[in-house]
């Protein structure tokens, strides 16, 4: 987290939820569960290449959410990114760990190019996508299955293969 600059400076370290003026985007638990996802296929490997693979991925992720940096910048207050996006709650981000890891095994070369479609996706919580998915009468749920539905949908806007389970779980949705 201390070597991300969006990360370092809009995570909230010492509470594990925001309140609604918090200047933070992000919680250290969100932040820690989300890399446990991204990492899910690295656990044989010693924490030294997992927190380099970490820095990479998170790295590259900020560089394709345009709404974090104007956060960090201050053009926009966190709350207002909060009250009006999803992209920076937990469920959001764990199901961008998934995506990493996912697009991490399938594409051990080139996959930072790739992350470039996340600027392609609606994140405005209007955006019906999300509910039923991890919106449930228009509030964030952070379920298993929200972040596996989460998942799901990104690695379809990511043309990633979808496995079984996440196929029947994606025609249940429908």
Same mark, same amino acid.
């Not at 966190?78 to 009250?83: G, K, P, T, V």
């Not at 199901?95 to 190019?113: A, P, R, T, V």
């Given at each position: 987290?201390?070597? #991300?600059?969006?990360? =370092?400076? %809009?995570? !909230?370290?010492?509470?594990?939820?925001?309140?609604?003026?918090?200047?933070?985007?992000?919680?250290?638990?969100?932040?820690? +569960?989300?890399?446990?996802?991204?990492?899910?296929?690295?656990?044989?490997?010693?924490?030294?290449?997992?927190?380099?693979?970490?820095?990479?991925?998170?790295?590259?992720?900020?560089?394709?959410?345009?709404?974090?940096?104007?956060? %960090?910048? @201050?053009?926009?207050?966190?709350?207002?990114?909060? @009250?009006?996006?999803?992209?920076?709650?937990?469920?959001?981000?764990?199901?961008? &760990?998934?995506? &990493?890891?996912?697009?991490?095994? #399938?594409?051990?070369?080139?996959? !930072?190019?790739?992350?470039?479609?996340?600027?392609?996706?609606?994140?405005?919580?209007?955006?019906?996508?999300?509910?039923?998915? #991890?919106?449930?009468?228009?509030? #964030? &749920?952070?379920?298993? +299955?929200?972040? !596996?539905?989460?998942?799901?949908?990104?690695? =379809?806007?990511?043309?990633?293969?979808?496995?079984?389970?996440?196929?029947?779980? !994606?025609?249940?949705?429908?």
């Amino acid at each position: 987290m201390r070597r #991300i600059p969006v990360f =370092k400076a %809009l995570t !909230e370290t010492e509470r594990s939820s925001l309140t609604q003026r918090s200047s933070k985007l992000f919680t250290l638990s969100s932040l820690y +569960g989300a890399s446990n996802a991204l990492l899910s296929n690295h656990r044989d490997q010693d924490l030294g290449e997992q927190i380099e693979i970490a820095v990479k991925y998170w790295s590259c992720v900020c560089e394709n959410m345009p709404d974090w940096d104007l956060v %960090l910048k @201050r053009k926009v207050s966190a709350a207002e990114i909060r @009250r009006d996006h999803v992209h920076c709650y937990a469920v959001t981000l764990a199901g961008i &760990g998934k995506l &990493g890891s996912s697009l991490l095994s #399938i594409y051990e070369e080139g996959w !930072e190019q790739r992350l470039t479609a996340l600027r392609q996706i609606d994140w405005q919580k209007s955006n019906p996508e999300w509910e039923g998915r #991890i919106m449930h009468g228009g509030q #964030i &749920g952070k379920s298993r +299955g929200n972040v !596996e539905a989460m998942s799901v949908y990104l690695k =379809k806007a990511f043309n990633l293969p979808l496995t079984s389970e996440e196929e029947h779980l !994606e025609k249940q949705r429908r």
